[in-house]
């Protein structure tokens, strides 16, 4: 079946430093691949999308790339800030077989000053 | 900026209770969606809803479970007596047919608290 499965966190990371946040998925059919952010105590909100292989997706200095041929969508932001810290969620949709969004288990990033 | 809208932000009930949460979807869209997220877990698809019925659900979603678009704008979940393990944040989602590849937009959640 359709599944996303993201690197364990959480991540602990010095403000300024290089993330990396990986993402894998198994899909049957030309899914849309997404980035959600999750503030504590707050609901989701996109972060970023790509829609086809090869797109890159970007917003507020992250990007991610569809890569078709590794079924990957790493996340990634040059210099993290404090204010990044949050749980962070790798998701896909409009696989075969229905519309709905398949979430990976998060990835809690913890940002120290 | 159009937004999917829920409420209330939290309920807490006890354990065999009947509960009602309420999504207003944003206003072209066709599609309505719940998903639940578990405290600390990924957020799961509970159904989908289209043209008045259920396009799609998921294991979670049993005969305890409902779902209404009782008027133009308000979409419903009731769960029918409601277990401890209900407890969990409940997004609502919507997405207009045709719109960017499938792109859901969601709601802040309710948190639900069963006691």
């Known amino acids: 079946g359709n599944s996303v499965t993201q690197m364990e966190g959480p991540v602990t990371l010095s403000e300024e430093a290089f993330l990396t946040i990986n993402c894998t998925y198994t899909?049957?059919?030309?899914?849309?691949l997404f980035w959600y952010v999750q503030y504590p105590g707050e609901g989701l909100q996109l972060l970023l999308k790509a829609t086809k292989a090869d797109d890159k997706g970007s917003n507020k200095g992250f990007e991610a790339t569809y890569r078709k041929e590794t079924t990957s969508f790493h996340l990634e932001k040059g210099s993290v800030q404090v204010s990044d810290s949050a749980v962070y969620f790798c998701a896909l949709s409009g696989a075969t077989g229905g519309f709905k969004t398949i979430f990976g288990a998060g990835t809690r990033l913890f940002v120290k000053a | 900026e159009p937004e999917v809208t829920q409420t209330p932000s939290h309920q807490v009930t006890q354990m065999g209770q009947e509960v009602i949460l309420r999504c207003v979807p944003i206003s072209n869209h066709l599609y309505f969606y719940w998903y639940r997220q578990i405290l600390g877990q990924k957020v799961e698809f509970l159904v989908s809803?289209?043209?008045?019925?259920?396009?799609?659900k998921s294991e979670i979603f049993d005969d305890q479970f409902s779902v209404e678009r009782p008027d133009g704008s308000n979409f419903t979940l009731k769960i029918r007596s409601t277990k401890l393990e209900d407890s969990a944040m409940y997004f609502c989602?919507?997405?207009?047919?045709?719109?960017?590849?499938?792109?859901?937009?969601f709601g802040p959640g309710t948190r639900l608290t069963v006691t």
């Open positions: 989602a919507s997405s207009e047919l045709g719109q960017g590849p499938y792109e859901q937009y």
């Open positions: 809803f289209y043209n008045n019925e259920i396009s799609e």
């Open positions: 899909a049957t059919g030309y899914p849309s």
